[in-house]
């Protein structure tokens, strides 16, 4: 993964236009400095061009730099939203609004959603699919600081097979097709490496695969596995080739577990995750992205006679994602480890820190539900010499909420202040 590495620091290079050069003090009641360890009272946290360059105990002063009071609030890591899509926009007829977008549209969508997402907490978003090349502008306006939004790892265009659960055309009448961006399909193995080179050309730091059906799409094709093992074997090897990391959406066990064996780096969801995949998990390393908010989302959908869900997918909805809740926390006891997702896009964007709730419902202690956004999540980004803690030298990303979220989860829905690249994003009152 040294490549990916030196992307990584290269695209955070870009960004450091966008860092605040002020000295900033900031005196904090309580501080989670590192999740996982205990949290520290009375500390002064100093950052400095974009960075955290000192931790000191008690209340100091330095010269010539501005002091920020947080002696009653709770100061933690920037969080990190593993699966997000940060250019869609939410809502129930999304068949019809993909007639009606095109790219310039989406990166206006993804500027007003970045913002929200920041300003919620989220300084780094693994933006895992969109549609054309949106995607890319906005990570580049938001690194010059043309726009305010999180840090973004972008994944570009879904892969899937014609007709699959990235296959957004499914069921539309042929001269429509032309009119629509779905640039991510590839049929074989020759095509599924053009389909990832493609992306990577594009500046994709991460490659997301459909590798099974999804509950949330028309195509009547279920939830198993999609691609072949030849296909998933040779996108693996072609993007791990290219030093980037790739994410598989997967459901049904089969195509966990295949995605699994052919080195897939993330599975997302996992609904339907096995005893054979939680063994995989631990060989090979690959993390599951929890995405429960996205589940509580659909599930609120397929209750709804109004939704304009359709009947298969009401289905599909009922089927999977009681499932998915019972089965993640499995994976957790049974020592995979679990990243912080939502999929934002399905459920509204600004809502991301409604995830922790779920986390702990589903047996995720606060700290741990904390670190799966934090420490576990850079760790699955390769990038824990950037973000995830407030340290010296990692990038001056912070939260400061009302309460103790160490007692009450639900804290971090409401931000009090946010600092990205040592600049407020929310200043505090
Ligand atoms: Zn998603």
């Given at each position: 993964?040294?490549?990916?590495?030196?992307?990584?620091?290269?695209?955070?290079?870009?960004?450091l236009t966008?860092?605040?050069?002020?000295?900033?003090?900031?005196?904090?009641?309580?501080?989670l400095?590192?999740?996982?360890?205990?949290p520290?009272?009375n500390?002064?946290?100093?950052?400095?061009?974009g960075?955290?360059v000192?931790?000191?105990?008690?209340?100091?002063t330095?010269d010539?730099?501005?002091t920020?009071?947080l002696?009653?609030?709770?100061v933690?890591?920037?969080?990190?939203?593993?699966?997000?899509?940060?250019?869609?926009?939410?809502?129930?007829?999304?068949r019809l609004?993909i007639?009606?977008?095109d790219?310039?549209?989406?990166?206006?969508?993804g500027?007003?959603?970045?913002?929200?997402?920041?300003e919620?907490?989220?300084?780094?978003v693994?933006?895992?699919?969109s549609?054309g090349?949106?995607?890319f502008?906005l990570?580049?306006?938001?690194n010059?600081?043309?726009v305010?939004?999180?840090?973004?790892l972008?994944?570009?265009?879904f892969?899937?097979?014609?007709g699959g659960?990235?296959d957004k055309?499914?069921?539309f009448?042929e001269?429509?097709?032309?009119g629509i961006i779905?640039?991510?399909?590839c049929?074989?193995?020759?095509?599924?490496m053009k389909?990832?080179?493609?992306?990577i050309?594009?500046?994709a730091?991460?490659i997301?695969?459909?590798v099974?059906?999804?509950v949330?799409?028309?195509a009547?094709?279920?939830?198993?596995q999609?691609?072949?093992?030849?296909?998933?074997k040779?996108?693996?090897?072609?993007t791990?080739?290219?030093?980037?990391?790739v994410?598989?959406?997967?459901h049904?066990?089969?195509?966990?577990?295949?995605?699994?064996?052919?080195?897939?780096?993330s599975?997302?969801?996992?609904?339907?995750?096995?005893?054979?995949?939680i063994?995989?998990?631990?060989?090979?390393?690959?993390f599951?992205?929890?995405?429960?908010?996205?589940?509580d989302?659909?599930?609120?959908?397929?209750?709804?006679?109004?939704?304009?869900?359709?009947d298969?997918?009401?289905?599909?909805?009922?089927?999977?994602?009681?499932?998915?809740?019972?089965?993640?926390?499995?994976?957790?006891?049974?020592g995979?480890?679990?990243?912080f997702?939502t999929?934002?896009?399905?459920?509204?964007?600004g809502?991301?820190?409604?995830?922790f709730?779920?986390?702990v419902?589903i047996?995720?202690?606060?700290m741990?539900a904390?670190?799966?956004a934090?420490?576990v999540a850079?760790?699955?980004?390769?990038?824990?010499?950037?973000?995830?803690?407030?340290?010296?030298?990692?990038?001056?990303?912070?939260?400061?909420?009302?309460?103790?979220?160490?007692?009450?989860?639900?804290?971090l829905?409401r931000?009090?202040?946010?600092m990205?690249?040592?600049a407020?994003?929310?200043?505090?009152?």
């Amino acid at each position: 993964m040294k490549h990916f590495a030196f992307t990584v620091f290269a695209a955070l290079l870009c960004s450091l236009t966008a860092a605040a050069n002020d000295l900033t003090v900031v005196h904090a009641g309580t501080a989670l400095l590192v999740p996982g360890e205990a949290p520290r009272t009375n500390v002064s946290i100093i950052s400095e061009n974009g960075r955290f360059v000192g931790i000191e105990d008690g209340f100091v002063t330095r010269d010539g730099a501005t002091t920020v009071d947080l002696r009653d609030h709770f100061v933690l890591p920037g969080m990190i939203d593993a699966h997000d899509h940060i250019t869609a926009k939410p809502g129930r007829n999304k068949r019809l609004w993909i007639t009606t977008v095109d790219d310039s549209l989406q990166a206006l969508y993804g500027a007003h959603y970045a913002k929200l997402t920041l300003e919620a907490g989220f300084t780094t978003v693994r933006n895992i699919g969109s549609t054309g090349t949106a995607i890319f502008a906005l990570r580049r306006a938001i690194n010059e600081g043309l726009v305010p939004g999180p840090r973004l790892l972008a994944a570009g265009s879904f892969l899937s097979v014609t007709g699959g659960h990235g296959d957004k055309t499914t069921g539309f009448i042929e001269p429509i097709l032309p009119g629509i961006i779905h640039d991510g399909l590839c049929d074989g193995p020759a095509e599924c490496m053009k389909a990832v080179r493609t992306q990577i050309r594009r500046g994709a730091d991460w490659i997301k695969v459909m590798v099974t059906g999804g509950v949330n799409s028309e195509a009547n094709t279920g939830i198993g596995q999609h691609f072949s093992d030849a296909e998933l074997k040779a996108i693996v090897d072609t993007t791990h080739r290219l030093g980037r990391k790739v994410a598989g959406h997967a459901h049904a066990a089969s195509g966990v577990n295949a995605a699994l064996r052919a080195g897939f780096d993330s599975i997302e969801h996992g609904a339907f995750i096995d005893d054979e995949s939680i063994r995989l998990f631990k060989e090979t390393g690959a993390f599951l992205v929890a995405t429960l908010s996205v589940g509580d989302h659909v599930l609120h959908l397929a209750a709804d006679p109004n939704s304009g869900m359709s009947d298969a997918v009401r289905v599909k909805a009922r089927e999977a994602i009681p499932t998915m809740m019972a089965n993640v926390g499995r994976a957790f006891k049974g020592g995979v480890k679990v990243v912080f997702g939502t999929d934002s896009g399905e459920p509204e964007h600004g809502r991301n820190a409604d995830e922790f709730k779920f986390l702990v419902d589903i047996g995720m202690s606060e700290m741990e539900a904390i670190e799966a956004a934090t420490t576990v999540a850079a760790d699955m980004l390769d990038m824990e010499g950037e973000v995830g803690r407030i340290a010296p030298g990692l990038r001056a990303d912070l939260v400061a909420v009302t309460g103790n979220p160490l007692d009450d989860i639900t804290v971090l829905t409401r931000t009090h202040a946010v600092m990205k690249d040592g600049a407020w994003a929310k200043t505090p009152k």
